[in-house]
């Protein structure tokens, strides 16, 4: 089946340093691919996605690129925030799962100051 | 902007007792998904539904869990008897369609603690 495997954390950083989050993901079909952050407490944002390969999606200075030859879709953000402090999920939806989303288990950032 | 509304944020509750939680989702939106968080890891399905109709409830422990979602808009998952290992986030997300493309769109959960 569907599955999606992140790095695992907590990753640690400074601000102002370079982040990469690494996911890898299994799918049956032709998948779409999502990241989502999490805030303490709250549901799921969306952050970015892309639909097909080659596609990169941006969103306040985060991107990933979906690379279909390595099954990956890196999040990468040139120079961290103390407020990008949070939980972020790799997500996939397949047409070989139904569509339903099929979440990895979350990398925690704490970006100090 | 449209939310997903859920209710209440947060339930503590005795083990085996029944606890319900309420989903309101974004107008318009056939697919709603019920998740279940377990604190430290990502959402897992609890069960997708198309409209009224239930598409995938089979991680949904049907022993002591129910959702429905009559008329095809809000949607109540129950829980009868709780337990201890049922204490988690539930979280619900819905989306115009379940085709793929779209992402879906979270509330801010419930978060359950049983006691």
């Known amino acids: 089946g569907d599955s999606v495997t992140q790095m695992e954390g907590p990753v640690t950083l400074s601000e102002e340093a370079f982040l990469t989050i690494n996911c890898t993901y299994t799918a049956t079909g032709y998948p779409s691919l999502f990241w989502y952050v999490q805030y303490p407490g709250e549901g799921l944002q969306l952050l970015l996605k892309a639909t097909k390969a080659d596609d990169k999606g941006s969103n306040k200075g985060f991107e990933a690129t979906y690379r279909k030859e390595t099954t990956s879709f890196h999040l990468e953000k040139g120079s961290v925030q103390v407020s990008d402090s949070a939980v972020y999920f790799c997500a996939l939806s397949d047409s070989g799962g139904s569509y339903i989303p099929t979440f990895g288990r979350g990398t925690s950032l704490i970006v100090h100051p | 902007e449209a939310e997903v509304a859920q209710s209440p944020r947060y339930k503590i509750t005795e083990k085996s007792q029944a606890v319900a939680f309420w989903c309101d989702p974004i107008?318009?939106?056939?697919?709603l998904y019920w998740y279940r968080q377990i604190l430290g890891q990502g959402p897992e399905l609890l069960v997708q539904?198309?409209?009224?109709?239930?598409?995938?409830d089979s991680q949904l422990p049907k022993d002591r869990f129910s959702a429905e979602r009559l008329k095809g808009v809000d949607s109540t998952l129950k829980i009868q008897p709780a337990e201890l290992g049922d204490s988690a986030m539930y979280l619900c997300?819905?989306?115009?369609?379940?085709?793929?493309?779209?992402?879906?769109?979270f509330g801010q959960g419930t978060r359950l603690t049983v006691v």
């Open positions: 539904f198309q409209d009224e109709s239930v598409v995938d």
């Open positions: 107008s318009g939106h056939a697919t």
């Open positions: 997300a819905s989306s115009p369609s379940g085709t793929g493309n779209t992402e879906a769109f």
